[in-house]
């Protein structure tokens, strides 16, 4: 049977391996542990019941993903390792877009663009060689997409020609 190796750890780290009652955030400075509680607890989910695909451990880099990836294989061997989401933020997301996002009208391939390349988008939609018009319009369309306008809402919204220069390639 299954046994995490909880020795070594401290009482506040126990109490995150062992809470199982719904989410548990674990928030630590660096090189204080919380990898080892994080795979630790998965370990201790499973020894509890769940499910490898019950299971998600979210972080922010791509280095931190494979570490914890890496330490629970070793932990809880290939074959529920494999089933598990361990991933950063972003990939999750992605993730759920791409299994999802059909329902939210998203093609099934999609391209997700960084900065430059929406600077690059504005720039050849707004005929424009200028970056610093092209960052002015991504910064106008991003506020009005948060703020939920369509197109057409943000052209009636905009201030000055260089606004109605955004709407028109929002």
Request: charged fraction near 20%.
């Amino acid at each position: 049977s299954l046994a995490p190796p909880s020795a070594g750890l401290n009482p506040a780290q126990l109490e995150a391996v062992h809470h199982l009652s719904g989410p548990c955030l674990v928030i630590a400075g660096a090189g204080s542990g919380k990898t080892r509680v994080i795979t630790t607890k998965i370990a201790q989910l499973l020894v509890s019941g769940y499910r490898p695909s019950q299971i998600a451990a979210i972080t922010f880099t791509n280095k931190a993903a494979q570490e914890m990836r890496e330490r629970a294989k070793a932990l809880v061997g290939n074959k529920a390792a494999k089933d598990l989401a361990i991933s950063t933020f972003h990939s999750l997301g992605v993730r759920l877009l791409r299994e999802e996002g059909t329902r939210l009208g998203l093609k099934a391939q999609f391209s997700i663009l960084d900065s430059d390349d929406v600077l690059n988008v504005l720039k050849d939609a707004g005929g424009t060689t200028d970056l610093n018009q092209a960052r002015r319009w991504q910064w106008a369309i991003s506020l009005w997409k948060n703020q939920g306008l369509s197109p057409a809402q943000a052209a009636h919204a905009a201030k000055d020609e260089d606004e109605r220069a955004a709407a028109a390639v929002m």
